[in-house]
């Protein structure tokens, strides 16, 4: 498995990582035995990053993860975290205070006494202007809490916040090929400034697996359900934020071409491009304007995401892509194991 370095931080961890949101709540129902499989699968695949948040199941995330590394001590695995979304989202909310009962409880769930990644997770936009939060979270780190702190956000412009701040190692964002906007905006300058970019939603909530087709109904307790128009939290966490067409009871999952974009941002930036995998055209043009494909993180060995990048993906599908010269994740892991 090819591996990529945090170059603020110095750590370490496979291009291919798991998102274990599902292991925790919000997927549907995951037992302890599934979730301790699709935990063994990524190690079994190579992978050595795990992301996961203090709210996934409220806990049971951090518990699990805690749970299967506890058995296997020969793993050597960087694990990340969030905090701040479980309490009200205002800014004076974000202090240290908070962050050190955060942080404990954390770290008593994962089975840590140092954690090496924590995220703010997805914080309210003025947070990212506050000195005094950044100075809290270096206090963490010289309290030997955390090993290295990064930003979990919502949009471009919080993204290029948390770069300018000096001691962020990490920015987590939405990144498919439905949101192609952080290509253009955010990883050129997480590459000059060595910040790690883990891609968030990298398979659109399931919806670029092929596993699905639109007459696919998913149960009342997964968020494809129950956040469809984002009633319980942002939309593009569900699906990239496309909204299927069809009459709402029918639940149906959109395929590649259907629904429509919640915000004309998002439109896809880039298409499939005959020539082979991995490689894109923009809409109406033959190839990118500076004459060179662009590389789709994750999707292809040969693409080029910002240095220190690291993306999170979910392999626990096991059927390829149906979108034409993109890498199904089967094939991707194959590839990462044979590298």
Request: overall charge positive; some cysteine; charged content about 25%.
């Amino acid at each position: 498995m090819e591996e990529r370095t945090f170059h603020r931080s110095g750590q370490h961890a496979s291009v291919i990582g798991l998102g274990t949101w599902q292991l925790g709540a919000d997927w549907g129902d995951v037992d302890d035995k599934q979730a301790h499989a699709v935990l063994e699968a990524a190690a079994e695949s190579g992978v050595t990053f795990f992301d996961t948040a203090d709210v996934y199941g409220d806990g049971r995330s951090e518990q699990t993860i805690a749970s299967f590394l506890g058995g296997r001590p020969d793993l050597h695995v960087l694990v990340a975290t969030k905090m701040g979304r479980r309490v009200e989202q205002i800014p004076e909310n974000y202090v240290l205070s908070n962050f050190r009962a955060w942080n404990d409880r954390s770290r008593r769930y994962l089975g840590a006494d140092r954690i090496d990644l924590v995220q703010l997770h997805c914080p309210p936009t003025p947070v990212y202007s506050r000195d005094e939060v950044f100075d809290a979270l270096d206090t963490l780190v010289a309290e030997e809490r955390i090993a290295a702190y990064g930003v979990s956000v919502e949009t471009c412009a919080e993204a290029l916040a948390a770069i300018a701040r000096p001691n962020v190692a990490s920015v987590q964002i939405i990144l498919n090929p439905f949101r192609m906007k952080p290509l253009r905006e955010v990883l050129p300058a997480a590459r000059e400034a060595g910040v790690g970019i883990i891609a968030r939603v990298p398979l659109a909530s399931g919806l670029l697996s092929g596993k699905y087709t639109k007459d696919t109904v998913f149960p009342e307790n997964d968020h494809r359900t129950f956040n469809r128009h984002g009633e319980a939290f942002d939309q593009g966490e569900t699906g990239a934020g496309l909204r299927g067409r069809g009459h709402p009871a029918r639940r149906r999952v959109p395929g590649p071409g259907q629904g429509r974009f919640r915000d004309h941002r998002h439109r896809p930036a880039a298409l499939p491009d005959r020539r082979g995998p991995g490689r894109l055209r923009r809409p109406g043009a033959d190839a990118h304007p500076a004459g060179e494909a662009l590389p789709v993180p994750g999707l292809s060995r040969g693409a080029t995401p910002a240095a220190g990048a690291a993306q999170v993906v979910r392999p626990a599908h096991r059927r390829t892509l149906r979108l034409p010269g993109l890498l199904g994740l089967p094939e991707l892991l194959r590839r990462g194991r044979r590298s």
